[in-house]
């Protein structure tokens, strides 16, 4: 049985690890097939497929994004799996929503010198380095400072929704993210369905809108779930038709987060792979 985890960050994103770290790790871990998915960037595929290139033990890497989308007031992660990442007008379209998030970064920064945080963009910019700005790296920012003591703290005081320094973020719809995904010659899946705290009742909204745009598939595993919450996503994908895609979502090395850990398709769920090419089918059920 093979090893797999369509779901994980580097540091092109919020991820700690360089794309030669992760790949490292995910061989140590022995992942049998590994997606990269950094939030708004594919900046770190071609990098980690040529490193894997030069390696002995085999690892199939899937190419993939994690795109931040606006409904209704809640940011919702569209990912997109087996995307032709170099696809011009896909990286055209995904350099617009790099611009909004150092749009964003920048009026975070106002309302946080305002709110007596100065200096915290630099430092979250240093953080960041070449990857894309991310809340995270706010939180970060915000302890070396020594204006929080957590990272929660951090959310929970400045960055969350409805928070000092929480600014509306302008990013694209649902509709388009799965349009963008799709033209790419990718897979939409809704990530980690129970994480934006939205009642039962307006998931189902987001999983039908979602279907009705060309969205193939939900995240029916990932940590922290407990059985009932595993249970009731497998019953999601089978009532919508979606395929079930599973990840670590790994930020970085720790106790609760591993790559590749504690993940198998529930029962009865179609696996997302099963709607890729007999290659890479191949390649995942090796
Ligand atoms: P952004 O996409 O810039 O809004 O950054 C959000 C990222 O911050 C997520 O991808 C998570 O990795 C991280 N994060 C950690 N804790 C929280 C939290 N309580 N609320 C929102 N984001 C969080
Ligand atoms: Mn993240
Ligand atoms: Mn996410
Ligand atoms: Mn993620």
Redesign the pocket.
């Known amino acids: 049985m093979s090893k797999i985890d369509l779901h994980c960050?580097t540091l092109y994103?919020?991820g700690a690890l360089a794309p030669a770290e992760l790949l490292m790790r995910a061989h140590n871990q022995q992942v049998d097939v590994l997606a990269i998915t950094d939030?708004?960037t594919v900046d770190a595929i071609s990098e980690i497929i040529a490193l894997q290139s030069a390696e002995k033990r085999e690892l199939h890497i899937i190419p993939g994004v994690?795109i931040?989308t606006a409904w209704h007031g809640f940011?919702i992660?569209i990912l997109g799996l087996n995307v032709h990442w170099q696809d011009a007008q896909f990286t055209q379209r995904l350099a617009q929503q790099q611009s909004t998030?150092l749009q964003?970064a920048e009026e975070m920064a106002e309302k946080l010198e305002k709110a007596g945080c100065e200096g915290i963009f630099e430092t979250a910019q240093k953080l960041a380095g070449k990857g894309?700005?991310?809340?995270?790296?706010?939180?970060r920012a915000l302890i070396a400072s020594g204006k929080v003591s957590h990272?929660?703290q951090a959310?929970?005081q400045y960055?969350?929704k409805g928070k000092r320094a929480f600014v509306k973020?302008n990013w694209i719809s649902v509709i388009e993210a799965v349009q963008w995904i799709t033209d790419a010659g990718g897979t939409a899946v809704l990530a980690h369905p129970s994480r934006y705290d939205l009642s039962a009742k307006w998931l189902r909204r987001l999983m039908l809108e979602f279907k009705e745009a060309g969205g193939e598939g939900i995240e029916v595993m990932y940590p922290g779930l407990s059985p009932s919450l595993k249970n009731q996503l497998a019953m999601y994908a089978k009532e919508y038709g979606f395929y079930g895609s599973m990840g670590s979502?790994f930020?970085a090395p720790g106790r609760w987060c591993e790559l590749g850990r504690h993940l198998s398709m529930p029962e009865h769920v179609i696996p997302v792979w099963d709607a890729w090419s007999e290659t890479t089918k191949m390649q995942v059920n090796a």
Do not use: C, G, N, V
């Open positions: 960050h994103s919020d939030h708004d994690e931040s940011d992660h998030r964003r894309q700005i991310t809340r995270a790296h706010f939180a990272f929660q959310f929970k960055l969350a973020p979502d930020h």
